[in-house]
């Protein structure tokens, strides 16, 4: 009994659309392919460069931040083809921020930047890999990875 009054309760509700309740989302009418797209642009983005100096093979690698975000160093790794760890010719300059996301002091790169590598063995150079993870004030970014063969 209680089921048949449920149903007949539910079959005299009148069907209710995202069109009809006047939507946040926007106009449910208008279809996707006719929407106008947002342009995101992505706030940082790497360059790797083959080099050969006095016959040693490396790279150079550039690193452009957008104004107002930053990379955390303790996310950004160099990898050669064979696994290692790659460290650049002269150190790179980092600072310190309290870090709004973490609360905890951390150390980033705020600038674009460019570094030399130096390949220490052949099996190194065959490819190397880049990644890295940034911020803005607002909002924290996917971290990502960039590889390239040399």
């Excluded at 930053?70 to 150190?91: C, M, N, W």
Aim: aromatic content about 10%; glycine content about 4%.
């Amino acid at each position: 009994m209680q089921l048949l009054i449920v149903f007949c309760l539910l079959a005299s509700l009148t069907p209710l659309s995202a069109q009809n309740l006047g939507s946040p989302l926007g106009d449910w009418g208008t279809p996707l392919s006719t929407a106008p797209a947002q342009k995101i642009e992505k706030p940082f983005s790497v360059q790797i460069t083959p080099e050969e100096t006095e016959g040693q093979r490396g790279f150079s690698l550039s690193v452009q931040i957008a104004p107002e975000h930053y990379l955390y160093k303790d996310e950004f790794r160099v990898t050669a083809a064979d696994g290692s760890i790659l460290e650049p010719a002269q150190p790179l300059q980092s600072v310190r921020i309290k870090d709004i996301f973490t609360e905890k002091d951390k150390d980033v790169f705020k600038e674009s930047f460019k570094a030399q590598y130096i390949f220490s063995t052949p099996a190194q150079s065959a490819s190397v890999k880049i990644e890295y993870m940034g911020c803005s004030q607002e909002m924290c970014f996917m971290p990502e990875e960039v590889e390239q063969k040399l």
